[in-house]
């Protein structure tokens, strides 16, 4: 079944304790990327990656970090959270084919 | 930049009736796409309709059409037959290729009721 996972889908944490959201895509897209979902803010997109070892900034990447190592996989890093990087955030991969985005479950992200 | 606007933070219908939702949005590339994507409860992203700049036709999905007006920059999302399934948050978005970021811009959302 092609789909994009993420973990953890839940994960409460403290300021300033570094931690890592997975994701993880099995159709072989070359383009992944990185959302935050807000209230009354719609998605905006943090990271984006074009290919293995080729990432840019998208609207929100401040105090997030990505790598691209492998092209099924594509972390987003947190070195440092803050209360404000509490949101729900979403990983996708991208059909080129299609221009079709495919989306994770989503992990919501709570900082204290 | 792209910028996408939807104007109705909320909406109701009655179950079996139809609505529809706006979207109006703005980008400057010749060559885009635009979608609606609903969001139930679980909080999954799910595309429900996907509409080529290119393409004069309007998409249909069974019960989903959209209404594209590509000079007045308008995609509207008409739900005929509304179930209580249908009952979400929807998205509008836009997508443009140039430049290489394949970027999702999205509008704030609109969250539809449906009474049964």
């Known amino acids: 079944e092609a789909q994009v996972t993420q973990n953890p889908r839940y994960l409460i944490t403290v300021t300033g304790k570094k931690l890592t959201v997975t994701c993880s895509q099995n159709m072989n897209h070359e383009y992944m990327s990185w959302y935050r979902q807000d209230p009354g803010l719609g998605l905006r997109q943090i990271y984006y990656s074009m290919n293995v070892e080729v990432t840019d900034k998208g609207d929100v990447p401040e105090g997030y970090k990505v790598s691209r190592k492998e092209k099924r996989n594509f972390p987003l890093i947190l070195e440092s959270p803050s209360p404000n990087q509490t949101s729900l955030y979403f990983c996708a991969s991208t059909s080129g084919s299609y221009n079709e985005q495919f989306f994770g479950p989503g992990t919501r992200l709570t900082v204290l | 930049a792209q910028t996408v606007t939807q104007s109705q933070p909320e909406m109701s219908v009655q179950e079996a009736e139809t609505v529809t939702l706006s979207c109006t949005y703005d980008?400057?590339?010749?060559?885009?796409?635009l979608f609606w994507y609903k969001q139930p409860p679980s909080r999954q992203m799910i595309l429900v309709i996907r509409?080529?700049?290119?393409?004069?036709q309007n998409a249909t999905e069974n019960r989903f059409s959209v209404n594209f007006q590509k000079a007045a920059k308008s995609f509207s999302l008409k739900i005929s037959d509304s179930q209580l399934g249908d009952a979400a948050m929807y998205f509008c978005a836009s997508l443009g290729t140039q430049g290489g970021s394949e970027k999702l811009v999205f509008g704030k959302g609109t969250k539809l009721t449906v009474n049964p």
């Open positions: 509409q080529e700049a290119y393409k004069q």
């Open positions: 980008t400057s590339e010749s060559d885009y796409y």
